[in-house]
């Protein structure tokens, strides 16, 4: 395979990576192997550790570093009662990049800038972007509502200009996007890359179960739906039985097995009685989720465990992107990265070619 162009871009320079994409951290599938790869690949491998404990997330952490000298991050969760425990994980492993689906306090992101680790934090309006790059945010990741999991009503054609327009800082596209022409498009709306994660999980680096990949290949542009009643948040999930149940049954007759999924959360979680109800007080005074709501987000991580990891193929709940309706193919990270570049480069060669001076 010949070398693939270059994009020089403010997160290429600002991560040491090659190429403007991001892998983001997406729980239960962002693991090592996956990261691993992206990173090999030359874009920005991000591990999700809201599913991790904290010495899972070191020893995935320096699983990692042991496999790739390239740079790569970790998605922390802003709101978890150990988040500066975890902070400090990546300070004492020099891990490059820490993000976030929430924004991270100022004090927070000050101690891991001053460990010269890049802070970037997901954001859903440019008034949250606003904010974050008062505090000191490196860049932003906005994911429009193309997105799987937790996500907005405001697509990415329109959420990208808003918050470009309102920060100074590099602003990483997310939200629908899958190949070079969107990395093109993203680009050319002033972002400076763009994040992927349907399209990560659907590769053959991605430790998901065959079947369960081959389950999200048969969907069409139609095979998403976005939901509160998984979590009580937006929740974009592929459309199985399942979610099609949830949509159309009481809380109540839920209450019970989404208690009995909640508990076990805890147990394979390792937190404390204390530290589990404070990081759940937490939640709820964040999202202001009723009790019924937070019972469904505290066992969302075990159904989403169990199609993701142990290959379920009747589990119930998938989060994926629109984009599962335009993929057809599973190749690897290095395959996928060389070819999005590739094609993102000539589209912005012929985009050019139409300039008259």
């Known amino acids: 395979m010949t070398t693939p162009p270059m994009l020089r871009t403010p997160l290429t320079e600002l991560t040491g990576v090659d190429h403007p994409i991001v892998q983001t951290g997406m729980g239960w599938v962002a693991g090592p192997r996956l990261v691993t790869a992206t990173a090999k690949a030359g874009a920005l491998g991000i591990l999700a550790s809201a599913t991790m404990t904290l010495d899972e997330l070191e020893k995935a952490i320096i699983e990692v570093k042991s496999r790739t000298d390239r740079p790569f991050g970790v998605n922390l969760r802003a709101d978890a009662g150990d988040a500066v425990a975890r902070a400090d994980l990546l300070i004492r492993h020099d891990v490059k990049v820490a993000s976030f689906a929430l924004a991270p306090k100022?004090?927070?992101?000050?101690?891991?800038?001053?460990?010269?680790?890049?802070?970037?934090?997901?954001?859903?309006?440019?008034?949250?972007?606003?904010?974050?790059?008062?505090?000191?945010?490196?860049?932003?990741?906005?994911?429009?509502?193309?997105?799987?999991?937790?996500?907005?009503a405001v697509p990415t054609t329109l959420l990208l200009p808003s918050v470009v327009s309102a920060v100074d800082i590099p602003v990483i596209a997310a939200g629908g996007f899958f190949d070079g022409r969107g990395l093109a498009a993203a680009l050319s709306y002033g972002a400076v890359g763009i994040g992927m994660g349907t399209r990560f999980l659907l590769t053959s680096d991605s430790a998901v179960p065959e079947q369960i990949k081959q389950r999200y290949l048969g969907f069409g542009l139609d095979g998403t739906v976005v939901t509160t009643r998984a979590d009580g948040m937006p929740h974009r999930l592929l459309r199985t039985e399942y979610v099609e149940q949830l949509e159309h049954t009481g809380r109540v007759r839920t209450l019970i097995p989404n208690l009995r999924r909640a508990l076990e959360f805890r147990k394979m979680s390792g937190l404390s009685w204390p530290a589990y109800l404070k990081d759940g007080l937490a939640m709820r005074k964040a999202s202001g989720r009723t009790l019924a709501q937070m019972s469904q987000a505290a066992n969302t991580p075990i159904l989403l465990k169990a199609g993701l990891v142990e290959g379920d193929t009747k589990a119930g709940m998938l989060a994926s992107g629109q984009v599962v309706g335009v993929i057809d193919d599973l190749p690897s990270c290095e395959e996928l990265v060389d070819r999005i570049v590739r094609q993102a480069v000539e589209r912005l060669d012929a985009a050019s070619a139409a300039v008259i001076r």
């Open 106 to 152: 100022q004090e927070l992101i000050a101690k891991l800038k001053e460990h010269d680790i890049v802070v970037i934090p997901s954001i859903g309006a440019a008034r949250h972007a606003e904010k974050v790059a008062a505090w000191g945010a490196d860049a932003v990741m906005i994911q429009g509502g193309e997105g799987g999991g937790h996500t907005g």
